[in-house]
């Protein structure tokens, strides 16, 4: 019941899955700091350790590359939990909209053509960075048929920016 889109490259400007962090009051780790190195990098299409296939504002498709699944203890199966950081760029406010997105493995399976996991995810909870201290997380959690707003709005502006590019009215306009 959610938009899905393939985002196109130029509008991902990096990405970072790490293993479930919590603080000692038993919460998602809200300091950026110390959620230290991502275990899986995407910093462009050339450097990276993991594929995004499509997102909604509820989940995402991604894949492990066959080189690096099994290079860390990580273990990601059916029923794991991860997060995922996502550093979109938003071409209508011209600026980079950082998400955090706790999530779980709804499918986990290889890919026997090209060796790689994919990993079905639905997202749990969300946070950004506060903009008063960028340093600092706040984590809101999501009942399974709530969304990541700042997502949905950045995944329905893409959708209709393509909409408009395909649309043969767009084509007649630009006679």
């Known amino acids: 019941g959610f938009l899905r889109i393939e985002p196109a490259a130029e509008l991902i400007l990096g990405m970072g899955i790490w293993p479930p962090k919590e603080n000692e009051s038993?919460?998602?780790e809200a300091l950026v700091k110390n959620w230290g190195?991502?275990?899986?990098t995407y910093l462009n299409e050339e450097t990276n350790q993991f594929v995004l296939h499509d997102i909604s504002s509820n989940g995402a498709q991604i894949s492990i590359l066959k080189e690096f699944v099994g290079r860390s203890d990580f273990a990601l199966t059916s029923s794991s939990k991860l997060v995922l950081k996502l550093?979109?760029?938003?071409?209508a406010h011209q600026l980079a909209l950082p998400i955090w997105l706790m999530s779980r493995v709804q499918k986990a399976s290889y890919d026997y053509q090209?060796?790689?996991?994919?990993?079905?995810?639905?997202?749990m909870a969300w946070a950004k960075p506060m903009e008063e201290n960028p340093d600092v997380l706040r984590w809101v959690n999501?009942?399974?048929a709530e969304e990541?707003?700042?997502l949905g709005d950045w995944i329905i502006q893409r959708y209709l920016e393509?909409?408009?590019?395909?649309?043969?009215?767009?084509?007649?306009?630009?006679?």
């Open 162 to 175: 393509v909409y408009r590019e395909k649309s043969p009215s767009h084509a007649l306009n630009d006679r």
């Open 142 to 144: 999501l009942s399974g």
């Open 26 to 28: 038993g919460h998602s």
């Open 148 to 150: 990541v707003p700042p």
């Open 114 to 123: 090209t060796g790689h996991l994919v990993l079905g995810i639905q997202f």
């Open 87 to 91: 550093e979109l760029w938003d071409p």
């Open 37 to 40: 190195r991502p275990v899986f």
